[in-house]
């Protein structure tokens, strides 16, 4: 079965500095991986998806992730953080068993970030 | 959350009262998931719709019910018989095409918060 893991419940950093919000995952096959992120009472938004191609993947607000196979890992990174990307922060692996046309999604269970200024 | 709106924000219901969650999107993505989120728990799939007049259960589709009558809305009902409804709502919809491609990037609506008095 599928599975992805999220080691970390929170992460703390300065403004400023790098930022990684790790992620593992198992799979059967080819890994399809997203990150998602959720600020306080929203919905998730889209940060980035890992399909195939360059190890490292560019998404929205300047985060990036690095597909590592050999570690199973897809990390997700940010050179500088802010404050403002305190936020819940999800992986999700897409599971290789098909719902009819489309495939479900798993998501970890989720990592706090905290920016400190 | 652009495209995918859902309704109430907040939402209170006593013990035995059935209640309906509105999603609606104009995205034209033909499948509609909904998901509930616990804290910890990362997000579960409650039942998912992959085109009009047809859906699926998820993994916790127990005490819960969907009806999909038009492309553009997928209404959830948490009945009586779920025992422990009090839990964020996610609504999120796909792209026909992200599916041909294999990727199924879901898109999220800013969610339902679900209060058992």
């Known amino acids: 079965a599928q599975s992805v893991a999220q080691p970390e419940d929170q992460v703390k950093v300065a403004e400023g500095n790098p930022l990684t919000v790790k992620c593992t995952y198992s799979?059967?096959?080819?890994?399809?991986l997203f990150w998602y992120v959720q600020y306080p009472n929203r919905g998730l938004q889209f940060l980035l998806k890992?399909?195939?191609?360059?190890?490292l993947v560019k998404g929205s607000y300047g985060f990036e992730a690095e597909f590592n196979k050999s570690q199973t890992s897809f990390h997700l990174k940010k050179p500088s953080a802010l404050v403002s990307d305190s936020a819940l922060y999800f992986c999700?692996?897409?599971?290789?068993?098909?719902?009819?046309?489309?495939?479900?999604?798993?998501f970890g269970s989720g990592t706090r970030l905290l920016v400190r200024p | 959350d652009g495209g995918i709106t859902q309704s109430p924000k907040y939402l209170f219901r006593k013990e035995g009262q059935n209640v309906t969650l509105s999603c609606e999107q104009n995205l034209n993505h033909d499948a509609m998931y909904w998901y509930r989120q616990d804290p910890g728990q990362g997000l579960r799939l409650i039942y998912y719709?992959?085109?009009?007049?047809?859906?699926q259960k998820g993994d916790i589709a127990e005490g819960y019910s969907v009806s999909r009558e038009k492309k553009e809305s997928f209404p959830l009902t948490v009945t009586s018989a779920q025992k422990n409804p009090t839990a964020f709502y996610l609504c999120a919809s796909s792209s026909s095409r992200d599916r041909v491609e294999g990727t199924d990037t879901q898109y999220f609506g800013p969610g339902t918060r679900l209060t058992v008095l």
């Open positions: 999700a692996v897409r599971d290789m068993i098909r719902m009819d046309s489309s495939y479900k999604l798993i």
């Open positions: 799979v059967s096959g080819n890994p399809y």
């Open positions: 719709s992959q085109i009009v007049n047809d859906f």
């Open positions: 890992y399909i195939t191609g360059d190890n």
